[in-house]
């Protein structure tokens, strides 16, 4: 009998809160980014098709209903698509009311897959990836030991969508640090609005303890930047935002101050708000504020 994973806790994003999360593989196939602690005591491994093929009945026995599934953890779209397609087509064959499966992807696991692959996956049943910028800026990219270049993520991002599957974008407010607050803000937004990702989540970048970028900040190595620029950095990276159809959310525990939105339809609207928090004097312009307990 296979031995399933058994994370805990398990990592999965806010949106999948009801869908059924089935943990194919444990872990992240690369995990050295300085800033994520998400599987730093993880190995990484993945569950053989058999095994895959009867977690998938089981599941579908006690909830034959299911119409949303994540597939859990790190990068499950660096799998073959010889092994995704035989995923899907077991979900399919085990649920019939199956409306969408989603899941974590990076720009180097979409990029090995052919248009031809990529519409196939989505045909289905892919639907949304999830894919972490973190940021625009290739020096920043480096400094954190991203593995992958803005200009990858951009072709990835747009090819996925050309496709018919939804990305879902995320980046990290304050990654960049005093020292490329600047350049973070500017090239994330210009890096947005080339990809033009269907949703949008901003959230902040808080150091976990026994990660690189934690050990950083104590050094003194990197500076954060203190609630006032944050918000700042938030606001300047709106402003600059060109998207035509995009769901906009910052409102994850670790967010100075909770956002939804539709871009470009309330991007003058969260402006002015941003605007009269910056002016409000209620931020503190010496420390990063107070820092989320959990992630």
């Not at 100075?256 to 609207?269: F, S």
């Amino acid at each position: 009998m296979a031995v399933l994973f058994s994370n805990n806790p398990m990592f999965r994003p806010p949106a999948e809160a009801d869908s059924l999360i089935l943990q194919i593989d444990r872990g992240c196939p690369y995990n050295r980014c300085t800033f994520c602690g998400m599987y730093k005591d993880v190995e990484y491994s993945r569950l053989s098709g058999k095994a895959i093929a009867g977690m998938i009945a089981s599941e579908a026995r006690m909830a034959p209903e299911t119409r949303r599934v994540f597939l859990a953890d790190g990068d499950v779209m660096s799998r073959s698509f010889d092994e995704l397609q035989m995923i899907l087509s077991e979900l399919g064959r085990n649920l019939p009311q199956l409306a969408r499966v989603n899941l974590y992807a990076t720009g180097s696991s979409i990029i090995k897959k052919t248009d031809e692959q990529l519409k196939m996956l989505r045909g289905m049943k892919l639907h949304t990836l999830y894919m972490g910028l973190e940021s625009g800026d290739e020096e920043t990219l480096k400094s954190v030991k991203k593995n992958e270049t803005a200009e990858l993520m951009i072709e990835a991002g747009t090819r996925a969508q050309a496709c018919g599957l939804n990305m879902t974008v995320m980046i990290l407010l304050g990654l960049g640090g005093a020292a490329r607050k600047k350049e973070h803000a500017e090239n994330t937004a210009a890096v947005l609005n080339r990809m033009q990702p269907r949703l949008l989540a901003a959230l902040r970048v808080v150091p976990v303890p026994d990660t690189e970028l934690y050990k950083d900040v104590k050094s003194g190595r990197f500076i954060q930047l203190t609630e006032y620029q944050l918000v700042g950095e938030l606001r300047d990276i709106i402003a600059q935002l060109d998207l035509k159809g995009t769901v906009f959310r910052a409102n994850h525990a670790s967010n100075v101050v909770p956002i939804e939105a539709r871009l470009p339809r309330d991007k003058a609207h969260i402006l002015v708000q941003l605007d009269a928090l910056l002016a409000s004097g209620q931020l503190d312009r010496k420390s990063t504020g107070p820092m989320p307990l959990w992630l």
